[in-house]
């Protein structure tokens, strides 16, 4: 119960803010080389990625592909970790600027 308390509690100090901050690493998926076997779409925690269609301007299909929903995507990375095609990326956090992070720290 008291757990509880404590929960609600913070809710309702992040709710008087008036505005709802949150980390700004949103997943980013390249639909250029996106290969659409959704496999970031059945493994998101927080349903942030959906199935997507691109289409030329006289409405043809080009290519089937997932789009994220920046509103829903937490940045946890997940997509990221499933992705065969290694389209999937955090926003600020792509491999090479990982691998630069860890050489500078050696």
């Known amino acids: 119960m008291a757990q509880a308390s404590a929960a609600a509690g913070k809710v309702l100090v ?3 803010k008036g505005e709802l901050t949150r980390e700004p690493e949103i997943a980013l998926i390249n ?3 996106c290969a659409a ?3 970031c779409v059945r493994t998101c925690p927080y349903g942030a990625i959906d ?4 289409r ?3 409405g043809a299909l080009v290519k089937y592909t997932a789009r994220v929903n920046p509103g829903l995507c937490m940045g946890c990375g997940t997509c990221v970790a499933v ?3 290694k389209s999937a990326d955090l926003e600020g956090f792509s ?5 630069e992070m860890v050489k ?3």
């Not at 199935?51 to 691109?54: G, R, V």
């Not at 491999?95 to 691998?99: K, N």
Request: charged letters at 25%; aromatic letters at 12%; proline letters at 4%.
């Open 14 to 16: 992040m709710f008087g």
């Open 31 to 33: 639909e250029t080389t």
């Open 37 to 39: 076997c959704y496999a």
């Open 51 to 54: 199935k997507a269609e691109i």
């Open 56 to 58: 030329d301007r006289k």
């Open 83 to 85: 992705c065969p095609s």
């Open 95 to 99: 491999e090479q600027q990982i691998y």
């Open 104 to 106: 500078n720290l050696i």
